[in-house]
């Protein structure tokens, strides 16, 4: 028996339980007796009275009735009063019929008086919730700020309740562009309409804000109402995707302002979970760069999977520092390890290897800033992403690690800049040192991630907030882009489907001009379009109008994800990745100016910006 720890409100719920029993036990005789119960039957079911309250008493109490309360209660209560006063009536039956015959129950009372508990105890129970209910959020809040929400969706009911309970907004109505949900109600709220009407409904009741509720299949709907909104001058809010919520219940501490990645139009990743937790599970994991942008998204999306551990490595204190912070109040199960060290420090690798004995590592950790290191860092970015990349992959087939799955970039095709011939070297290295056996190496290249460290994003809401100008280096500038949670899914699911030494490429879209991403900062910031002025400053060092994800003798092969398909690449001559290695090691003594032209030997299409 669990222990049932009585307070007082399990105390009232016990009583009103046992006086259920009484009042069913004498409604089941006058029923059955149309309100005249004879005198014998009457003295036969009062002495019986003590044995049903007996074991009635002591079945609601095995049943574990009083842990819940009745403000919440749902169909597992009613279920739950329904076989417990089944079960006990065919104990009862039993024990009539067979142990006392002496005290003779008619049957049809045995069977009327389950029958009537049940609707005595469901009922009092749905009763006072629907009571409490009606008292925490009435029948209609007319108190706060009057609010639209834009999407009949599942999450609605729950949202509403929310905003009655708490009454800083008031529902005055829904707006949907399914027309067979016009003219119906959500506890109450009228959906009054289509989206069109958002205008003609600002004017009547005075709206200043909209809440949008619409799943990510819907984004260009979404894109539409958040439109149509800004140029209402209206408050924008949004919900979260309902994934991210605890057992999906909507509540208004989780509504948010717009931002620029509701409006990337980006489709759900379809994942295959059972899967990805099958390569992960009870595994150990290693995320190197896991303080950056990309490294600290894949543990998140990581730990969702129930590793044995993960291992959290960066060379940066501060970065592990945050992480850490996070984590510990999320307040995760997975064992965590924030290690600080450097990818190129051999002793150090073997050390944490051959010690936490890593079945994946996912390799983020890289310099990526492309102005910053096409000067004066030259030979650190070449140590750092190629050699460093090779340090590490040595390492894990050293310790028998199962999977190497190295973070790209799109600027490693046909690079123009000494960051992507880093990382097209690192690629290359990871294809080079591949075996048959052993420790299986897999490539994922990937364009821009919004919010990234490196992004323009933070960079945009910076100026915007100081009132501009926000600086662009050209008027036709168009990047890739995806949000860091769908990367770091994508990542995970080829690393599930990878075999060894493919380049993976995750499918991107369609390319964005910067200048209409910077517009639309501006519309959510609230300002007008041209309020906000926009400067052009002209292609940094090594920067291009358009990104590529594939190189000019490349193919693309399909797998069996619609968002991860295969770039067919050339052989790497092994010989010459020795060679590679040797001229990595060398190059500290060389200026900037040698550097990029002798790379052109090992990268035929990397065309320098300037030598």
């Known amino acids: 028996m669990k222990k049932l720890t009585l307070n007082l409100r399990s105390i009232f719920a016990f009583i009103h339980d046992i006086f259920a029993v009484i009042f069913a036990w004498f409604a089941a005789y006058l029923f059955r007796f149309n309100f005249d119960i004879p005198a014998e039957h009457y003295s036969s079911g009062y002495k019986s009275l003590w044995t049903v309250l007996f074991l009635y008493g002591l079945a609601f109490l095995l049943s574990g009735f009083y842990r819940g309360t009745w403000r919440f209660v749902g169909l597992l209560d009613l279920k739950r009063i329904f076989i417990t006063a089944i079960i006990t009536s065919i104990v009862l039956s039993g024990f009539f019929l067979l142990l006392s015959p002496s005290s003779y129950i008619p049957k049809s009372i045995l069977i009327l008086h389950p029958i009537l508990l049940i609707l005595i105890m469901g009922g009092s129970r749905f009763i006072y919730r629907i009571f409490k209910e009606y008292a925490a959020y009435g029948s209609h809040n007319s108190s706060g700020s009057p609010v639209i929400i834009i999407g009949a969706e599942d999450a609605t009911a729950s949202l509403i309740k929310d905003i009655k309970k708490f009454r800083t907004w008031n529902a005055i109505g829904i707006l ?56 209402l001058k209206l408050k924008v809010l949004i919900a979260p995707k309902l994934d991210d919520l605890i057992a999906g219940k909507l509540a208004i501490s989780h509504i948010r302002p717009v931002d620029i990645e509701d409006l990337l139009g980006r489709e759900p990743v379809d994942l295959d979970n059972s899967g990805i937790a099958n390569l992960i599970k009870d595994k150990v994991v290693m995320v190197t760069g896991a303080g950056g942008s990309i490294g600290s998204e894949l543990c998140r999306q990581i730990v969702k999977f129930k590793p044995n551990k993960i291992i959290c490595f960066d060379i940066s204190e501060y970065a592990l520092y945050q992480l850490e912070s996070e984590f510990d109040k999320l307040k995760i199960n997975t064992e965590t390890k924030y290690l600080i060290g450097d990818i190129k420090n051999k002793r150090s690798l073997d050390k944490i290897l051959s010690f936490y004995k890593p079945a994946l590592i996912f390799h983020a950790a890289a310099y990526k800033h492309v102005p910053m290191m096409e000067h004066n860092n030259v030979v650190e970015v070449l140590t750092n992403n190629a050699f460093g990349t090779y340090v590490l992959a040595k390492a894990c ?6 999977k190497f799955i190295l973070i790209s970039t799109d600027k490693a095709v046909n690079p123009t800049n000494v960051m992507g011939a880093s990382k097209r070297l690192a690629e290359m290295i990871c294809q080079g040192i591949q075996k048959q056996s052993g420790t299986k190496f897999l490539i994922v290249r990937f364009g821009n991630v919004l919010g990234s460290s490196g992004s323009v994003i933070p960079k945009f809401r910076e100026q915007i907030k100081m009132g501009g100008p926000i600086t662009i280096t050209h008027s036709k500038i168009m990047r890739y882009f995806m949000s860091i949670s769908e990367a770091a899914q994508l990542v995970i699911q080829a690393a599930l489907i990878g075999g060894r030494g493919e380049i993976f490429v995750l499918d991107m879209g369609k390319p964005i001009k910067i200048r209409d991403l910077a517009i639309k900062m501006v519309e959510l910031s609230g300002f007008q379009k041209g309020e906000i002025a926009i400067k052009y400053t002209g292609l940094r060092p090594g920067e291009k109008l358009y990104e590529e994800l594939l190189a000019n003798d490349e193919l693309y092969l399909t797998t069996s994800h619609k968002k991860i398909k295969i770039a067919k690449t050339k052989n790497v001559n092994r010989f010459l990745l020795s060679e590679l290695l040797i001229w990595i090691s060398s190059i500290h003594k060389y200026d900037e100016s040698r550097i990029k032209k002798e790379l052109i030997r090992w990268l035929k299409e990397y065309k320098p910006y300037l030598l």
Request: aromatic share 4%.
């Open 176 to 231: 949907d562009n399914n027309s067979q949900m016009h003219g119906r109600e959500i506890l109450g709220v009228k959906i009054y309409g289509d989206i069109s009407l958002l205008a003609k409904m600002k004017d009547s009741f005075k709206i200043q804000n909209v809440i949008i509720l619409m799943t990510e299949s819907k984004y260009q709907e979404r894109s539409e109402a958040i439109s149509l909104a800004n140029q």
């Open 397 to 402: 087939q050293k310790a028998k690690v199962e």
